[in-house]
């Protein structure tokens, strides 16, 4: 393995932790020589390792957050974003969170979601391992199709 290969690796797996789908993209370029099992292995390591730094970084931001933000008895200003977020987080909840992060959301955005909505569960960070485990499986599979 030569220099420009293990920086390109060292790149992808870093874009793999935080744009989870455009890392995807990439590895699926024709000019890309990566096997389906390299694709996979890059995904799953790349995408675990950032919903575990983004996760336990965001639940420490959203601690901060709290004690230098107090809570105040105004009226919450919703926007568009916001609203859209509420609804995915009561309508499908944790497991919706988790198997949008790698593809609609980014996954510090999912991770902060996850951590903001879901601090207490133990399952937290499982469930969004699964959601990255499986479409770094499915994803791929656009390639082996053409």
Do not use: H
């Not at 977020?85 to 609609?104: A, D, R």
């Amino acid at each position: 393995m030569d220099y420009a290969a293990i920086t390109e690796f060292i790149l992808v797996f870093l874009f793999a932790a935080t744009k989870f789908a455009m890392s995807l993209g990439y590895m699926l370029l024709p000019s890309v020589n990566y096997s389906y099992f390299e694709i996979v292995f890059i995904l799953i390591t790349g995408g675990t390792t950032g919903v575990i730094f983004f996760y336990y970084t965001t639940g420490w931001i959203n601690i901060q957050i709290n004690k230098l933000l107090p809570k105040k008895k105004e009226k919450k200003v919703f926007t568009k974003g916001n609203r859209r977020f509420v609804k995915i987080k009561n309508k499908y909840g944790l497991i919706g969170i988790s198997m949008l992060t790698p593809v609609l959301f980014s996954i510090p955005i999912g991770c902060f979601l996850a951590s903001r909505f879901y601090a207490g569960k133990k399952t937290t960070i499982p469930i969004m391992l699964i959601g990255i485990v499986f479409w770094a499986f499915v994803l791929p599979l656009i390639r082996l199709s053409y």
